[in-house]
């Protein structure tokens, strides 16, 4: 089973007053991290709110998170490999 983590690695905000507010969150990077205890995956991006906005702005938690497991399942059993050369020594 594959345990995965959400997380915002990073943050740019307005140094201007927006609509009356200062420091307000204009872009937000985020990470969602998988591991299964043996192997890990990655997949990030960014987004022009924070995580809970991301997901309701075209990041697909549900596509990103079976990509992480695809990822992990590719480490266990690749679909391609890179066998020794048999006239190598």
Known sequence: MTTITWIIEWM???TTE???????????GWRCNGTD???NATVYGSQ????????????DKTATEANI????????DPPVIQPPLPWSA
């Open 12 to 14: 740019s905000a307005s």
């Open 18 to 28: 927006i609509n009356g507010h200062t420091e307000v969150v204009l872009t937000a």
């Open 37 to 39: 205890g043996t192997y």
């Open 48 to 59: 022009d709110q924070v995580l809970g906005w991301c997901w309701s702005n075209g990041v």
């Open 69 to 76: 497991d695809q990822q992990i399942q590719y480490q266990i």
